[in-house]
């Protein structure tokens, strides 16, 4: 490893564990074919090399492993990719894009093999990658061997993984080494200073420990506190064998925390959803049933009578224990769970200890023979376990010991039942149905405190839920308050009242009680609140209630009552005693906080806050029935006999049938917004009152459904006002408008009303015989059909309403009610808030009649053979509704399939096409329209993964990206080759040209050597030339060519006889003929001399004329090849202008006078005048170039 700064090393090796780990989870999040999970390994391997790149792909492993242990052992692989990767990269196997690919394949032959190896160990054989996977199902489809497939699909994912990790790296390494100069200092990596390095494993073990850690977050559960609850409210529903539950009988109840109930019987164990009893009669081991216990997993233990204990997890027997192995008995009593997971069991026989072991199954570790049969177990958060015997003994064990029994003065005491609270005390019923609690300090037993429950007879359970702890006895149930000064009080359980022996609260709060002899109790909150009889009070009818002053009042037939609104107990005060006879009809408070009392008999009572008592109108007779303050303060008052206005308790005017009424028996009273009074009569219709007179009458022929009004109530839209108002006749609902034209609401769905309450959240409710009605105002005033929630007996209303009557509405919303058996309270915001609390599920899917069960968080697969299913929804509600629900296929149901809970079916979709479904099963609001809870389950018809097309695309594109690569693999390693081949030869030619050139060279100098005149001659020829063809445009080949032309050119000199070519004297012209043949020998010389182009040519014709007078082929013009017109050039320049034995250099003006007449005869034009621009320019020194040449030739 290079000795980077340690600093460096650390930042590069988190950086790479951070790339691994991200790139495994972007890969697994996206689905891709590839694992992501080695860059950071090959990163670490090429920069710090084997080792550290081993412990970083290593540990990435071990910290996957704590999600997946299995993610330890396939530590191999990634240490594998780290040593070949670093191994090689030191020896040059990433210096370039062929090597680098070279290296990707080796390391995935590797991972190739250890994959696989593993992946048969671990996962018989497969990837666990979706498309590798669909790979190996695509070759079984084809019948290729196990083995085969397994390889195969494990290199189409390993093989683009690598290719591309590999590619990845040598491209960041190239773009790192070109930014780096750019980058900050800490960066780029550098060398240790000085010798103090870091020893290389010192370092490694160092980045180890930085590597591996853990972090836990524990989050302390938040408690909150309930009030006690008034269980008499609640409504009761018996089943027996009358209505679900055969055998009348049920030993024990248990729900697990799917929110299913289970009922232990002796005929077996039922299940219970809420709609239906199923017997599972599949369970081969549960035949009857004792005792019911779920533990802190959510697993069932099902003790039997007769057959041990099995163990139910997700509704399947996944263990079993019985005296086989180890049980003291078959016959299992009760259970219990210590906080450190151990089950206690009691039996017949004696009391066991079982521990559960990783398959799932028990294992007996002690029996407490001492302790005998045993009847009730509980257990506390500190490990102690209470023990109640069929002998009445009650004794204390903790770490597998008994380490304390009662008191001694509680011997005598015959313990039934016991259990722990949440505050570690414990609660024990004896014989004599007394509870006594204990407190545990140093494992002994201390009673604090003894409460009596007469009239209870043995307390078989003593159940802590709700904030209370029930008792179930043979005579019915009680419950002790432990939270608020351990208060017992009694749980009406009506008629069920006998053998009670254990009680549940499901999930929705409702409660459940078991009894061996009657069967099953079910009590379910309501919205509605029984507040009169609860008070102790005795059935009566209520005919108004108010809550005034702290104080609730009901008027009833015999007087007045009150309780106090806070705790609701009874009371009593003046005025309620001064009622007692008088049939109270009406009671209301006024704009001065009074309220009055109108009696039907003895006139009217207003009462003020100091509980000061007034009288009117007590001996006239009257016989008032409703009372309505109007916005001037004055005191409406009707009934029998018409109408009376009182302002300051002074009647101010009657009104009776002499002033208008049809019928003077006035029902009800509503003052509108411009002070008109409306005035509904027993059978003159509506008197319409302003000024207290009656200005006209609004009856049957003007449009009301019937002349008995019942009540008028103001309307409103939202907030506002609209100054129109509702009218209850006999037999319908009206809406008169302000200009008091009438619309009967025929498509209201009820007829015999009582009264109503229009809210500014647009729903109205409508009290009457049936109940109560809830719809939306404007669904109702468009009178097309309405959608209703109705509130009635099933809901929880107790009693019916009492018709006539008033009821009250308070600050909180609370509606009171007068009805035929007391009060009830609705809260107007909460009244439908059970509706949102069912919870919803799909049971099971049928395919080919074989259930399937199915999870949410799952895609339940449909087999590939079968296009049709049976989807059975469930519904788990125990409460008083009938929940609406609705099933959707997404691209099957044209619409939802909406149906409640008591029509629930099971429902069949055919001819399903291969592809993704979408369920959706959707719990509906009251109305049965919006969806107040959803759950989405995915259905996919299954098909083969090799039968979509784009896994056709994936395996062609791989396939295609193999054959490419190894297409390309075998050409680059050809073409390398031949490129080594091509650099030995170029090498070659190379040494041959310079041979070449060192030939020319000699044979120029042998030439030269002959002719003693000229002294370098061609040398500077071959110049001239050079500087010549640059001006042309030559390029580099072509300019070099013409140097080796130019010296070549007088070779044919060497064929000419010493005494010619050296003579000093004129040439006769029989020399100068001999001296002309120079250039024909040169052209025959050179002719096959192919390795320098054109040189034959610049040899034969460079005597050529411009004019075509030269020799010795007469040409002339362009018919002179461009080498030779430019040698032919240089060459008469050189002549001029350098000594000669026979004369001296002429002067440069002479050569320039001689070129420019030598212009268009003897030269080519274009290259004189390039000549003559050399010159001018300096570019050509002659002086310099003479020099040289001279200095060469030396």
Not at 214 to 239: E, G, H, M, N
Not at 590 to 608: A, H
Request: proline share 2%.
């Amino acid at each position: 490893m290079k000795k980077y700064k340690t600093y460096q090393i650390i930042l590069l090796v988190i950086v790479s564990l951070l790339l691994n780990l991200c790139g495994k989870n972007l890969a697994e999040a996206l689905n891709l074919p590839l694992w992501l999970d080695s860059f950071g390994t090959v990163l670490t391997a090429y920069v710090a090399g084997p080792l550290l790149g081993a412990i970083v792909g290593a540990a990435g492993n071990v910290i996957y492993g704590f999600v997946n242990p299995i993610s330890f052992a396939y530590s191999i692989t990634s240490i594998s990719i780290a040593l070949v990767v670093g191994y090689f990269a030191r020896r040059g196997s990433m210096k370039n894009v062929f090597k680098t690919m070279s290296l990707s394949v080796l390391v995935t032959g590797v991972c190739v093999v250890t994959s696989c190896i593993l992946n048969l160990i671990f996962y018989d054989g497969v990837t666990n990658n979706f498309w590798g996977d669909g790979i190996i199902e695509l070759l079984k489809h084809w019948g290729f061997p196990r083995l085969v497939q397994i390889i195969i699909g494990e290199f189409y994912v390993d093989f683009v993984d690598k290719v591309f990790t590999m590619v990845a790296v040598y491209v960041f390494i190239q773009v790192y080494r070109k930014i780096k100069k750019y980058l900050p200092k800490f960066l780029v990596l550098q060398k240790e200073k000085g010798s103090g390095e870091e020893n290389l494993t010192t370092v490694n073990v160092k980045m180890f420990s930085i590597l591996i850690f853990l972090l836990a977050v524990f989050i302390a559960p938040a408690q909150a506190k309930a009030s006690t609850k008034k269980f008499d409210t609640y409504i009761k529903t018996i089943y027996n064998n009358t209505n679900g539950l055969p055998g009348g009988e049920a030993n024990d109840i248990a729900s697990t925390p799917d929110g299913i109930l289970w009922i232990g019987t002796y005929a077996g164990l039922y299940r219970h959803n809420g709609k239906e009893f199923y017997r599972m009669s599949e369970y081969e081991s549960v035949k009857t049933v004792r005792c019911l216990f779920v533990d802190s997993k959510g697993q069932m233990l099902v003790g039997t009578n007769d057959n041990g204990i099995s163990v139910i997890e997700g509704e399947e027997v996944i263990s079993t224990l019985s005296e086989k192995e180890g049980l003291p008995s078959d016959s299992v009593r009760c259970f219990a769970e210590t906080s450190d997971g151990l089950y206690y069991i009691g039996s017949a026989a004696d009391l066991a200890v079982a521990k559960q072991l990783e398959d799932g199954s028990l294992q007996v570790i002690k029996v407490f023979i001492e302790a005998g049969s045993v009847q009730r177990l509980t257990a506390d958060k500190n490990g102690n376990v209470a023990t109640v015997t069929a002998s009445g003994k009650l004794f204390l064990i903790n770490d597998l010991q008994i380490v304390s029994s009662v008191p001694a003065s509680l011997e005598s005491e015959k313990f039934v039942s016991a259990c722990f609270t949440e505050d570690g005390k414990l609660y024990a019923a004896t014989e004599s149905n007394k509870v006594i609690v204990f407190e545990i300090a140093g494992n002994t037993l201390q009673s604090v405190n003894t409460i009596f429950c007469d009239p209870l007879k043995h307390i078989n359970s003593i159940v802590s839920n709700s904030e209370v702890l029930f008792l179930c006895s043979d005579s019915g149930a009680g419950y002790i308050d432990y939270k608020n000064g351990n208060r017992f009080s009694l749980v009406d359980t009506g008629l069920f009242n006998n053998s009670i022996d254990n009680m549940i609260e499901d999930y929705q709060g409702n409660l459940w009680f078991s009894s061996s002899r009657l069967g099953l109790l079910k009590m379910c909150e309501t919205a509605f609140e029984e507040i009169y009889r609860s008070a102790g009070f005795d059935e009566a009818v209520v005919n108004s209630v108010i809550k005034f002053n702290g104080k609730i009042y009901f008027g009833t037939d015999d007087g007045l009552s009150m309780i106090d609104a806070a705790t609701g107990r009874a009371e009593e005060n003046e005025l309620t005693l001064k009622m007692k006879g008088l049939r109270v009809r009406c009671l209301m408070q006024d704009s001065k906080n009074c309220m009055w009392v109108c009696t039907y008999t003895k006139g009217l009572y207003r009462l003020n806050k100091a509980g000061q008592i007034t009288a009117y109108e007590t001996d006239t007779a009257q016989q008032f029935r409703v009372l309505l303050e109007l916005s001037d303060g004055t005191i409406a008052a009707a009934g029998k006999k018409g109408l009376t206005f009182l302002k300051d308790g002074v009647v101010q005017k009657r009104l009776t049938k002499a002033d208008g009424f049809d019928n003077q028996v006035v029902l009800t009273l509503s003052q509108l917004d411009d002070g008109t009074l409306i005035a509904g009569t027993d059978g003159g219709g509506i008197a319409v009152i302003k000024d207290q007179k009656i200005e006209r009458l609004l009856q049957r022929q003007d449009g009301l459904t019937s002349n008995v009004i019942l009540r008028t109530v103001k309307d409103y839209k939202g907030s506002e006002s609209t100054g129109a108002f509702y009218v209850i006749t006999s037999n319908g609902i009206c809406y008169v408008d302000k200009d008091f034209n009438i619309t009967p609401l025929s498509n209201f769905p009820y007829s015999n009303n009582y009264d109503m309450v229009v809210r500014e959240d647009g729903n109205i409710f409508v009290l009457g015989s049936a109940g109560i009605y809830v719809v939306n105002r404007d669904e109702l005033l468009s009178l097309n059909k309405v959608d209703y929630i109705l509130l009635d007996l099933k809901r929880g209303l107790l009693g019916s309403l009492t018709a006539n009557s008033w009821n009250y509405i308070d600050e909180d919303d609370n509606l009171y009610l007068s009805c035929d058996t007391g009060a009830n309270c609705l809260n107007l915001k909460n009244f439908d808030k059970v509706d949102t609390t069912c919870r919803l599920q799909l049971k099971t899917i049928i395919v080919n009649g074989k259930h399937y069960s199915v999870k949410k968080d799952l895609p339940f697969i449909i087999p590939g053979d079968s296009d049709s299913i049976e989807v059975v929804p469930e519904i788990l509600n125990y409460s008083i509704n009938n929940p609406f629900i609705s099933l959707y296929l997404e691209g099957v149901d044209e619409h939802p399939n909406v149906m409640t809970q008591n029509e629930l079916v099971s429902v069949i979709y055919s001819n399903l096409k291969s592809r993704k479904y979408n369920l959706h099963v959707s719990l509906l609001d009251s109305k049965g329209q919006k969806v107040v809870e959803e759950i989405v389950y995915e259905i996919e018809h299954q098909s083969h993964i090799y039968d979509y097309w784009w896994f056709k695309v994936y395996a062609a594109l791989v396939l295609i990206m193999m054959i490419a690569w190894l297409t390309w693999y075998i050409t680059a390693a050809i073409q390398n080759l031949r490129f080594e081949k091509q650099e030995k030869e170029l090498s070659y030619i190379r040494e041959q040209v310079h041979m070449s050139d060192e030939t020319i060279l000699s044979i120029a100098k042998a030439v030269e050597a002959r002719d003693k005149r000229t002294g370098r001659h061609s040398l500077r020829v071959a110049v001239y030339s050079m500087l010549i063809a640059a001006e042309l445009g030559f390029d580099g080949e072509e300019i070099e060519n013409m140097r080796q032309i130019g010296l070549l050119h007088d070779i044919g000199k060497i064929g000419v006889p010493d005494s010619i070519l050296n003579k000093p004297a004129k040439l006769t012209e029989e020399e100068y003929n001999i001296m002309k043949t120079h250039v024909d020998m040169g052209g025959e010389i050179l002719k096959d001399f192919t390795h320098i182009k054109n040189v034959a040519d610049g040899a034969r014709y460079h005597h050529e004329r411009y004019d075509g007078t030269g020799y010795n082929c007469g040409l002339k013009g362009e018919e002179i090849p461009i080498q030779a017109r430019i040698i032919g050039l240089a060459d008469a320049f050189d002549a001029m202008t350098s000594n000669r034995v026979y004369r001296n250099a002429m002067p440069m003006d002479d050569v320039i006078e001689e070129l420019k007449n030598g212009k268009g005869t003897q030269f080519d034009p274009a290259l004189v005048d390039i000549l003559l621009e050399l010159i001018n320019s300096g570019r050509i020194d002659v002086y310099e170039i003479n020099k040289q040449s001279a200095g060469i030739e030396d």
